[in-house]
Nanobody
């Protein structure tokens, strides 16, 4: 059983940066991938970025590639999402999630249904 806890959300102005954190506990992460999803009102949960814990392989959605960066700190059992050039359309609740790595060569687990564990979410609001 993996427990996930997000932090770092808040209200920022357009063009600003923000870093989200997700601390994991309760299990060995070597066989997992961890990802960020986001969801707004009346929309499905959307994949943002993911990272394979074992080798650091990363994957990004087209909407954030080049602006967002995902990373991990093995010593702290934590992943981060560095978000730059934030825009109002990035306003959402951001969730951290864990998926069992089934051995894909590239980390391409972008379907929310594949994920077994979820955090409680953290609100990011981009507004002037």
């Amino acid at each position: 059983q993996v427990q996930l806890g997000e932090s770092g959300g808040g209200l920022v102005q357009p063009g600003s940066s923000l870093r989200l954190s997700c601390a994991a506990s309760g299990g060995t992460l070597s066989s997992y991938g961890l990802s960020w999803f986001r969801q707004g009102p009346r929309r499905e949960r959307e994949f943002v970025a993911g990272i394979r814990w074992s080798d650091g392989n990363t994957y990004y959605s087209a909407s954030v590639k080049g602006r967002f960066s995902i990373s991990r700190d093995k010593a702290k059992n934590t992943i981060y999402l560095e978000m730059n050039s934030l825009q109002p359309e990035d306003t959402d609740v951001y969730y951290c999630a864990a998926v069992v790595d089934s051995g894909r060569y590239y980390f391409t687990y972008d379907l929310s249904g594949d994920y077994s564990y979820w955090g409680q979410g953290t609100q990011v609001t981009v507004s002037s």
